[in-house]
């Protein structure tokens, strides 16, 4: 009923998160009605995607170098090392312009649903980094979830021996967001977070 | 800040219809966290899926030889020819195991506001093949949208005058709906085609 190459890139897209069958039709037909040389643009991305992508020795953030851009930046703090659970955080973070420390990627989030343990994120190396350079704070830059609350509880197990200052992102009321529509969570948060006006 | 591979691929996975940066970035990085077989079979496929791909000589479906799947089976009805927007379209009606003539598919709706004329469709394979075949219904599917409706009425012009049956699909509550939510305009075509108990 339809050709072979349609139904196979209808089954790759179908296989995304978030993309179910019927988006997987529509990005596949929508490809199909673009040109030839564009199509195979895309294709070839993706294909070149993890070609030559490794972690960097130091903080794990992908990179094409043994050093990625910022651990090898002589500017930044390195006496400074902010946590995070993926790539997308440290780029979010940069995005400020506001910190200029390190940063470590633990590539995830301890969640037994899921089968992801200790040992599946970079927890032995921010632990072997801890403990051979100085460094005076750790920024846990987790996400306010249970799994993210699970990972810094494991952290701190490791942390806290080496009396470093360990600081976390706060929680709050998102500037343009709105009290009345907080959950009480959030609120309790921003309640005991407060700060002189 | 980010190797280029990966900035590539979210630029782009960004330029699918429905697809914004930060899904882009999220599909991105979930493929990295995939095997990079995975990755490079899902590039390779999509680098491929216009190869070979054409146009059915008689219905314009897509398929990789001469005639369609469909035009080429001998018990299909070939007096019997279901016009349709798209492929996906064909393949809905296929999936109702109801219809056994041909089809023939536009590829697309007359839209001004999207700059798709008459020309830019299959509508003149449509009136030569009227002109070359004997057909003894034409059954229009298109969708109940503006463009489907204009799209008809330029249609009807050239098939008006070879007198030939000309029916559309149903408008109706959907099987499953609920009669209490359905716009006036369906419930006004629901009781124009109502039918004997």
Same mark, same amino acid.
């Given at each position: 009923?339809?050709?072979?190459?349609?139904?196979?890139?209808?089954?790759?897209?179908?296989?995304?998160?978030? &993309?179910?069958?019927?988006? %997987?039709?529509?990005? *596949?037909?929508?490809?199909?009605?673009?040109?030839? !040389?564009?199509?195979?643009?895309?294709?070839?991305?993706?294909?070149?995607?993890?070609? /030559? @992508?490794?972690?960097?020795?130091? =903080?794990?953030?992908?990179? *094409?170098?043994?050093? =990625?851009?910022?651990?090898?930046?002589?500017?930044? /703090?390195?006496?400074?090392?902010?946590?995070?659970?993926?790539?997308?955080?440290? &780029?979010?973070?940069?995005?400020? /312009?506001?910190?200029?420390?390190?940063?470590?990627?633990?590539?995830?989030?301890?969640?037994?649903?899921?089968?992801?343990?200790?040992?599946?994120?970079?927890?032995?190396?921010? $632990?072997?980094?801890? /403990?051979?350079?100085?460094?005076?704070? @750790?920024?846990? %830059?987790?996400?306010?979830?249970?799994?993210?609350?699970? *990972?810094?509880?494991?952290?701190?197990?490791?942390?806290?021996?080496?009396?470093?200052? $360990?600081?976390?992102?706060?929680? #709050?009321?998102?500037? #343009? #967001?709105?009290? !009345?529509? %907080?959950?009480?969570?959030?609120?309790?948060? %921003?309640?005991?977070?407060?700060?002189?006006?």
């Amino acid at each position: 009923m339809i050709p072979e190459s349609i139904k196979k890139t209808i089954e790759e897209f179908s296989k995304l998160p978030g &993309i179910g069958t019927k988006s %997987a039709e529509r990005l *596949t037909f929508y490809l199909l009605r673009k040109k030839e !040389e564009d199509v195979e643009r895309f294709g070839a991305t993706v294909y070149a995607l993890k070609k /030559n @992508i490794r972690y960097c020795e130091k =903080c794990a953030h992908l990179t *094409t170098d043994p050093l =990625c851009d910022i651990c090898s930046k002589p500017d930044r /703090n390195s006496e400074l090392i902010c946590v995070v659970e993926d790539p997308l955080d440290l &780029i979010a973070i940069e995005k400020t /312009n506001e910190y200029k420390g390190l940063y470590h990627v633990l590539h995830g989030v301890i969640s037994p649903i899921e089968g992801v343990g200790p040992d599946d994120l970079k927890i032995a190396e921010l $632990v072997e980094r801890l /403990n051979k350079n100085s460094i005076k704070e @750790i920024i846990l %830059a987790l996400n306010p979830s249970m799994e993210g609350e699970a *990972t810094a509880a494991h952290l701190m197990r490791f942390i806290k021996p080496l009396s470093i200052r $360990v600081t976390r992102i706060a929680r #709050g009321i998102p500037v #343009g #967001g709105d009290l !009345e529509y %907080a959950d009480s969570q959030t609120l309790k948060r %921003a309640l005991e977070g407060r700060m002189e006006y």
